[in-house]
């Protein structure tokens, strides 16, 4: 893996041209020890010329996948360890990522699916317009923090493991469900403290139960209603498809719904009546 | 590139003189890396590993510590000097010779390397400090080097001590860590455990002695982060017979874990407790013996708490420890491949060094990941991770031994 170039410095990316090779409308990439900005343009590329997947071998770390990339009926695969801000603005594409992602996935993203089979890193999904990021394992802080919605854009982010602290932090709309199933911290509780602090809209589901010291003052916790299972339902088994896991076995546990009191928790405070 | 330094008139320019005081905003990168089972790995692993998070700095700071890299030399104190000109090294050569035996004085082997320019002169020297100076000073042979560190880090103009540990080595500059790296030749050296850094200067200076990691005796700090409370901390150490003389935030890092560890015997995960101390409110939830030994922990070490961002790698003789602060303001990510512990701000630099990693994970904040090499000698007192009641044993100090706490005398 130890790449050289004269005079000697050892370099972490090498700024050259990836490897692309074409079979009908799927492209493959080889970004072993690729600069991110040259794999970015050759992903592009081959999106632009109608390529309908965009297959990327050996990445280990390179920023900015699928990044701002406006297109539909694209599938995007990440086979390796996927950088940070992968997904940032993604208006549209598919990703699949075999492997984990770092941190930031999902940044602002508009449109499209993200799927992670593995774990993923802090702030997944911050500010979230639209679209769904699916995530087998665990996620890190300030998962799904300032996720909002608008009409008929609305985000939605399923994580299959545990989550640390700031999970939906701030959160404004959309959905964000925790199953707590596919962990390496099995002594450890389902999600960090600070869960929904700040909230004003959307809402999130936990499979199994949290404590109110856990949770922002500013939501409530019920127990999901046959309703709100009714909503929840089609998106765990799309989650299911995606994860090759059993629907049965996801709701073989009760969940739990936070959502918050008011959707101006801080209106009187500038603007005192 | 021509400043106008008259705009910066409260900057040292005599201080720091080879770098721009610009205030430029962004993250850094860092990376640790021990083999428990004591086997040597190349400067190079570390060099790559820090290659991949290029993006993470700026050239304005880059470095590596290692240890186990002078087997020749295992019982001398190993100083690495940075002097600005003749006229400091000859200051700083006159302060060895009137306290240490100096059996080795040679100039840091370096390649020319682009990107690289205007270093300090680089001198290693391999010293043992006279017998009979340390029994009228009756200080440890640490103390005695701790106060020489000091002594030149704030009195001799020019010169600065890069590291001055046993049987290890810091090599930093300003440049991307790659080329500090092949500048110092560092596949040439071989340690059980290295830490390294990118830098990516915030708050202040980007200078040579500015570049992480920083040092005391053996402990070597490298950071991401700001240290908000580098002025209570700084004032704190000061107490001790610290001077904080670098000009960079992490320098009090380095300065309280000798405190806390060597000095005050502190158990490690006590240590890490008073850094990155517990919110008040889950201090509460704690059982109560827990919590008083918590609460007495932060008004005893208040001053000492770090408080900001950070993630840090704290590299020693015997292994290393990596710790975020409370709320993981900063990332950190963790791997073990058989006997190889390994941390970095991004996966993709572990991956980069073991490709396959039996185990990866993100530390929990506050929770330190330890790394201990198999038969060194443990320079912390205190086991791993104790429960409350050995904790309180510890700092109470009860006659009867306390079953877990392991002290290497």
Redesign the interface.
């Known amino acids: 893996?130890?790449r050289t170039m004269a005079?000697?410095?050892?370099?972490?990316?090498l700024k050259v041209a990836p490897t692309v090779t074409r079979d009908g409308d799927a492209v493959t990439i080889d970004a072993n020890g690729v600069y991110y900005k040259q794999l970015n343009e050759a992903v592009r590329q081959a999106i632009d010329a109608g390529a309908a997947t965009v297959r990327i071998e050996n990445v280990?770390?390179?920023?900015y996948i699928g990044t701002g990339v406006k297109a539909s009926g694209v599938r995007i695969e990440v086979h390796?360890?996927a950088?940070?801000d992968m997904a940032m603005f993604m208006d549209g594409p598919e990703i699949e990522v075999f492997g984990?992602a770092?941190?930031g996935v999902g940044n602002t993203m508009n449109a499209g699916r993200v799927v992670v089979h593995g774990?993923a890193?802090?702030v997944l999904g911050y500010g979230m317009r639209g679209g769904r990021v699916y995530v087998k394992g665990?996620v890190?802080?300030r998962v799904g923090i300032h996720m909002k919605a608008y009409e008929n854009l609305v985000p939605i982010m399923v994580c299959g493991g545990k989550a640390?602290?700031?999970f939906g932090e701030y959160m404004a709309g959309g959905m964000l469900v925790l199953l707590g199933m596919n962990t390496?911290?099995a002594e450890?509780p389902l999600v960090g403290?600070f869960t929904g602090a700040g909230m004003h809209g959307g809402v999130i589901y936990l499979r199994g139960s949290v404590e109110p010291?856990q949770c922002g003052k500013e939501v409530g916790i019920f127990q999901a209603t046959e309703e709100d299972m009714a909503e929840l339902t089609p998106i765990l088994a799309d989650y299911a498809e995606a994860m090759g896991m059993d629907i049965e076995q996801i709701l073989a546990e009760p969940f739990t719904k936070l959502a918050p009191f008011s959707h101006r928790p801080y209106g009187k405070l500038y603007a005192p009546m | 590139m021509p400043y106008d330094l008259e705009r910066y008139d409260t900057f040292d320019v005599r201080r720091y003189r080879e770098e721009s005081p610009f205030k430029i905003h962004g993250g850094c990168g860092l990376m640790g890396m021990c083999d428990e089972s004591g086997a040597l790995r190349s400067g190079?692993d570390a060099?790559?590993a820090?290659?991949?998070?290029?993006?993470r700095g700026n050239g304005l700071g880059g470095g590596f510590a290692g240890y186990g890299i002078y087997p020749e030399f295992p019982d001398h104190f190993a100083f690495h000097m940075m002097y600005h000109d003749v006229a400091a090294k000859e200051e700083a050569e006159a302060l060895f010779d009137q306290y240490f035996t100096v059996d080795l004085a040679e100039p840091m082997p370096t390649r020319p390397?682009?990107g690289i320019t205007d270093a300090p002169l680089l001198w290693r020297y391999f010293l043992k400090p006279y017998e009979n100076k340390l029994e009228q000073a009756e200080l440890s042979a640490e103390d005695y080097v701790v106060h020489v560190v000091m002594t030149i880090n704030s009195s001799v103009d020019g010169a600065f001590v890069a590291s001055s540990g046993k049987n290890m080595g810091a090599f930093k500059g300003v440049g991307y860590p790659?080329?500090i790296?092949?500048f110092f030749r560092l596949e040439e050296y071989a340690g059980h455990t290295w830490v390294g850094h990118n830098r990516f200067p915030t708050n202040t200076p980007g200078w040579w002695g500015g570049a992480h990691p920083f040092t005391l005796l053996d402990w070597s700090i490298v950071h991401n982060g700001e240290i908000s409370s580098y002025g209570i901390n700084n004032r704190y150490l000061e107490q001790f017979g610290y001077k904080c003389a670098l000009g960079t935030d992490t320098e009090v890092a380095a300065y309280l874990f000798d405190l806390m560890l060597r000095r005050h015997k502190l158990p490690l995960s006590l240590a890490c407790k008073a850094l990155a101390s517990p919110l008040w409110?889950?201090i509460d939830?704690m059982p109560e013996d827990e919590a008083a030994v918590m609460r007495s922990l932060r008004a005893v070490y208040g001053p000492g708490m770090l408080n900001g961002p950070f993630a840090i790698v704290l590299g020693f003789n015997g292994g290393m420890v990596a710790l975020n602060d409370r709320?993981?303001l900063r990332?950190l990510?963790a791997a073990r491949s058989g006997d190889t512990v390994m941390v970095a701000s991004?996966?993709?630099?572990i991956?980069?060094?073991i490709?396959e990693p039996e185990?990866?994970?993100?530390p929990?904040?506050g929770e330190p990941v330890i790394a201990r090499v198999k038969d060194m000698e443990w320079p912390i007192h205190g086991d791993l991770h104790l429960d409350a009641s050995a904790i309180s044993c510890a700092v109470t100090g009860t006659d009867q031994s306390c079953d877990t706490v392991e002290v290497n005398a």
């Open positions: 893996m130890t005079p000697g410095v050892v370099e972490g990316y280990n770390g390179q920023r390796g360890t950088g940070n984990n770092q941190d774990d890193g802090d665990d890190g802080y640390r602290d700031f390496q911290f450890q403290g010291w | 190079e060099i790559l820090m290659a991949v998070q290029h993006d390397v682009k790659e080329e790296g092949h409110d889950d939830r709320i993981k990332p990510v991004e996966e993709s630099a991956r980069a060094v490709p185990h990866v994970w993100a929990k904040a």
